[in-house]
């Protein structure tokens, strides 16, 4: 191996002479063509990160209307264009229909069932995929979140029932859940920067998800139709991967070939000297590691994990248990209109967090997590008692949950890549994203419970 590498002459300032295969550095090779593929990278996770979450998102977002219409299914097909499909005359009719006497503003089913059918399936694939993920190749897998993510917003968007439009979560949930743990383990073969793109589009997917979806139906445009503008994400998800990103020799693309032996090393920088020479990771594939070393791995994650799960139980929480219930009456905003600006203020402070992490860097996540904990504290006795006088004191507390919520997940996984050796890392990133999935689906399910409380109350 050192003889075929060096035959082709001096090594070049750049790179690494002690690694089998070149590895430059961008400091020293400043070359257009290397700031163009370095730029690329960055700019294909950024993208992956947004249309990953996107379809999830817009799902959270869309939680109160997808009740709201199975529970009036005559309301979405009956109003004016221009009036609010989810309002007109719904307050009188729940009261009228139920017999609701509860001093809160309920749907029958609470938001956070459609959280639970949003993140068990993520929960499943993130909590089985380490162990058999990496058999199947990276367009195999890229291939199948566009799929899922396309059909969670045809499903919800022709659906008549409760069940289909669970169902269509549900495929939400597999294609962020698949796309989640793909993305972060390929970020393994690039440079560390790549996972402040990743980060920064997911972010972003929250902001723009949660904006396009209240502006859109704001506009006039139903819920339906919205979703179906939405199927633009998909393709855009495909073209991210497989036109945006340049991908290295050691990603597998439709095959599953075995990329560990050195002659592979060797014939891949054979036959792609250029971007070799670009790559912004070195080009060896990690080995297999046994189960022992997975277990040792995963035990020294958890100061990261269980920080990063609490942080999620707290926000989501909040989120899906509280955003329902903190409803402001004598304002211009309708129920619905505010629990849309609920989540696209939580989601603006997402995406400026998980954007800051070229800035500031936290090693300590336990912090955000406590801080985390005092917000969903004082939120519960602010829906008790009821003694805000103004929406925007909210406003302003949702957006710090944002950034706590951000700055949590940014800072993981960027401490992780960081301190995670070149063999680790793979696994590594794809078995940490197990936190905030398990923090959402228990808040979840104790969100139900309280949701239910709350709404008995007169």
Same mark, same amino acid.
């Given at each position: 191996?050192?003889?075929? *590498?060096?035959?082709?002459?001096?090594?070049?300032?750049?790179?690494?002479?002690?690694?089998?295969?070149?590895?430059?550095?961008?400091?020293?090779? /400043?070359?257009?063509?290397?700031?163009?593929? &370095?730029?690329?990278?960055?700019?294909?996770?950024?993208?992956?990160?947004?249309?990953?979450?996107?379809? &999830?998102?817009?799902?959270?977002?869309?939680? =109160?209307?997808?009740?709201?219409?199975?529970?009036?299914?005559?309301?979405?097909?009956?109003?004016?264009?221009?009036?609010?499909?989810?309002?007109? $005359?719904?307050?009188?009719?729940?009261?009228?229909?139920?017999?609701?006497?509860?001093?809160?503003?309920?749907?029958?089913?609470?938001?956070?069932?459609?959280?639970?059918?949003?993140?068990?399936?993520?929960?499943?694939?993130?909590?089985?995929? @380490?162990?058999?993920?990496?058999?199947?190749?990276?367009?195999?897998?890229?291939?199948?979140?566009?799929?899922?993510?396309?059909?969670?917003?045809?499903?919800?968007?022709?659906?008549?029932?409760?069940?289909?439009?669970?169902?269509?979560?549900?495929?939400?949930?597999?294609?962020?859940?698949?796309?989640?743990?793909?993305?972060?383990?390929?970020?393994? =073969?690039?440079?560390?920067?790549?996972?402040?793109?990743?980060?920064?589009?997911?972010?972003?997917?929250?902001?723009?998800?949660?904006?396009?979806?209240?502006?859109?139906?704001?506009?006039?445009?139903?819920? #339906?139709?919205?979703?179906?503008?939405?199927? *633009? *994400? /998909?393709?855009?998800?495909?073209?991210?991967?497989?036109?945006?990103?340049?991908?290295? @020799?050691?990603?597998?693309?439709?095959?599953?070939?075995?990329?560990?032996?050195?002659?592979?090393?060797?014939?891949?920088?054979?036959?792609?000297?250029? +971007?070799?020479?670009?790559?912004?990771?070195?080009?060896?594939?990690?080995?297999?590691?046994?189960?022992?070393?997975?277990?040792?791995?995963?035990?020294?994650?958890?100061? &990261? +994990?269980? /920080?990063?799960?609490?942080?999620?139980?707290?926000?989501?929480?909040?989120?899906?248990?509280?955003?329902?219930?903190?409803?402001?009456?004598? +304002?211009?905003?309708?129920?619905? #209109?505010?629990?849309?600006? &609920?989540?696209?203020?939580?989601?603006?402070?997402?995406?400026?967090?998980?954007?800051?992490?070229?800035?500031?860097?936290?090693?300590?996540?336990?912090?955000?997590?406590?801080?985390?904990?005092?917000?969903?504290?004082?939120?519960?006795?602010?829906?008790?008692?009821?003694?805000?006088?103004?929406?925007?004191?909210?406003?302003?507390?949702?957006?710090? #949950?944002?950034?706590? $919520?951000?700055?949590?997940?940014?800072?993981?996984?960027?401490?992780?890549?960081?301190?995670?050796?070149?063999? #680790?890392?793979?696994?590594?990133?794809?078995?940490?994203?197990?936190?905030?999935?398990?923090?959402?689906?228990?808040?979840?399910?104790?969100?139900?419970?309280? =949701?239910?409380?709350?709404?008995?109350?007169?």
């Amino acid at each position: 191996m050192e003889s075929s *590498v060096r035959a082709r002459g001096t090594v070049p300032s750049g790179w690494d002479s002690d690694e089998d295969v070149r590895v430059p550095d961008p400091l020293l090779r /400043p070359s257009v063509e290397y700031r163009i593929v &370095y730029w690329r990278n960055i700019v294909g996770f950024w993208f992956l990160g947004l249309c990953n979450n996107f379809a &999830y998102v817009i799902m959270l977002s869309a939680a =109160h209307d997808i009740l709201s219409k199975q529970e009036f299914p005559n309301n979405g097909s009956t109003v004016s264009q221009n009036s609010d499909p989810n309002e007109a $005359g719904m307050l009188q009719s729940r009261d009228d229909s139920r017999g609701n006497t509860s001093r809160y503003d309920c749907n029958k089913v609470s938001t956070a069932a459609i959280l639970l059918a949003d993140i068990l399936p993520t929960l499943v694939i993130k909590l089985t995929a @380490p162990f058999y993920i990496h058999h199947i190749p990276y367009s195999v897998r890229v291939s199948l979140c566009v799929l899922t993510a396309a059909g969670s917003f045809l499903i919800v968007s022709f659906s008549t029932g409760i069940g289909m439009s669970f169902l269509g979560v549900v495929f939400a949930s597999i294609s962020s859940g698949l796309g989640e743990v793909t993305f972060l383990s390929l970020t393994a =073969h690039f440079h560390s920067v790549v996972v402040s793109g990743w980060s920064s589009g997911t972010g972003g997917a929250g902001i723009f998800g949660a904006l396009s979806y209240s502006g859109l139906t704001q506009a006039g445009i139903s819920p #339906e139709n919205t979703l179906l503008v939405m199927l *633009v *994400v /998909p393709v855009l998800m495909a073209c991210s991967y497989f036109i945006i990103l340049v991908h290295p @020799p050691t990603v597998s693309s439709w095959g599953c070939c075995n990329t560990n032996s050195p002659h592979h090393a060797v014939v891949a920088s054979d036959r792609q000297p250029l +971007i070799d020479s670009m790559l912004l990771h070195p080009a060896r594939q990690a080995p297999d590691l046994a189960l022992s070393e997975k277990l040792r791995i995963t035990k020294g994650l958890m100061k &990261y +994990i269980i /920080p990063l799960m609490v942080v999620y139980f707290a926000e989501y929480f909040i989120n899906q248990g509280l955003f329902e219930l903190l409803y402001f009456r004598n +304002i211009p905003l309708k129920h619905s #209109e505010q629990y849309r600006w &609920y989540q696209t203020l939580y989601q603006a402070g997402v995406f400026v967090s998980r954007s800051s992490v070229s800035c500031f860097r936290i090693r300590r996540v336990w912090i955000l997590a406590f801080l985390q904990c005092i917000n969903m504290v004082f939120l519960i006795f602010v829906v008790y008692y009821m003694f805000l006088p103004s929406i925007y004191i909210i406003f302003v507390l949702i957006c710090y #949950e944002g950034l706590l $919520g951000g700055a949590g997940y940014v800072n993981t996984f960027n401490n992780i890549s960081r301190e995670s050796t070149d063999d #680790e890392r793979e696994f590594a990133m794809g078995t940490a994203c197990i936190a905030d999935t398990f923090g959402i689906a228990i808040s979840g399910a104790v969100a139900i419970p309280l =949701h239910d409380y709350f709404c008995s109350l007169s």
